[in-house]
């Protein structure tokens, strides 16, 4: 229970003692005897209503809190599993980059040269414009956090979890040597390799799964 709440039904409270007690008072005239009861009721319910309804505010309140949690946790979970995807891609896009420089590189027939060449710049295009992504969903990601911190106060800290968000970096995909062949690289290499970098891509959601663990 909030303490600013709690001490406004403590105030209330005590109004309704310190009047009590004054109507009290007023029954020792005779006059004022047969009403005295009547006010004192009249008091009673009053504040007994102010009360009651400082009480039904705070429960209400709590269930608000409550449910905005939940819906910021389950926000925060579903643009988790959004980045994932986008980590996807980009170590698809990462990878296909250096696979199609690669290929072009080493292809001597100028007509599929040329054409590996723009697949090779359609993959850096496509890396960018997942990036910009990826920006964009992990702002969204630590907007929730911050409210999901003005909910909870201090007692949720993720301080670190956020910088560490903030500064992530993705390992770049490997470059191929001129003694690599095309037919190594694709019957070899080219499944390994992207796997392996998509893997290292997913371990950077472990910081977003860190967060989310602490909003349970």
Same mark, same amino acid.
């Given at each position: 229970?909030? #303490? ?7 105030? *209330? ?5 310190? *009047?009590?007690? %004054?109507? #009290? &008072?007023?029954?020792? %005239?005779? $006059? ?9 009721? *009249? ?17 209400? /309140?709590?269930? $608000? ?7 910021? @946790?389950?926000?925060?979970? /579903?643009?988790?599993?959004? *980045?994932? #995807? ?19 590189? %080493? =292809?001597? /027939? ?7 060449? +723009?697949? @090779? +710049? ?9 990036? &910009? ?10 907007? =929730? ?14 301080? /670190? ?17 001129? #003694? ?37």
């Amino acid at each position: 229970m909030p #303490d600013t709440l709690y001490q406004k039904i403590i105030v *209330l409270i005590s109004k309704v003692d310190s *009047l009590s007690v %004054k109507v #009290d &008072k007023l029954s020792d %005239k005779s $006059e004022l005897s047969l009403l005295t009861p009547i006010i004192a009721a *009249l008091i009673t319910a009053i504040f007994g209503t102010l009360i009651a309804q400082a009480i039904d505010r705070i429960y209400k /309140n709590r269930r $608000e809190t409550k449910k905005d949690l939940r819906e910021i @946790h389950s926000q925060s979970v /579903n643009l988790k599993i959004k *980045l994932k #995807d986008l980590f996807r891609q980009l170590a698809m896009y990462k990878f296909h980059s250096q696979y199609w420089w690669h290929i072009h590189t %080493k =292809e001597s /027939n100028k007509d599929f040269s040329s054409k590996y060449y +723009l697949e @090779h +710049l359609r993959s850096q295009s496509e890396t960018r414009d997942t990036e &910009k992504e990826i920006g964009e969903v992990k702002a969204n990601f630590l907007a =929730e956090v911050v409210k999901f911190e003005k909910l909870k106060g201090k007692k949720f800290n993720v301080d /670190n979890e956020k910088t560490e968000i903030e500064n992530l970096i993705f390992p770049k995909a490997k470059t191929y040597s001129d #003694d690599i062949s095309t037919d190594k690289l694709r019957e070899e290499l080219a499944e390994v390799d992207e796997k392996e970098l998509r893997e290292k891509y997913f371990s950077r959601l472990q910081v977003f799964q860190n967060i989310i663990d602490k909003m349970v």
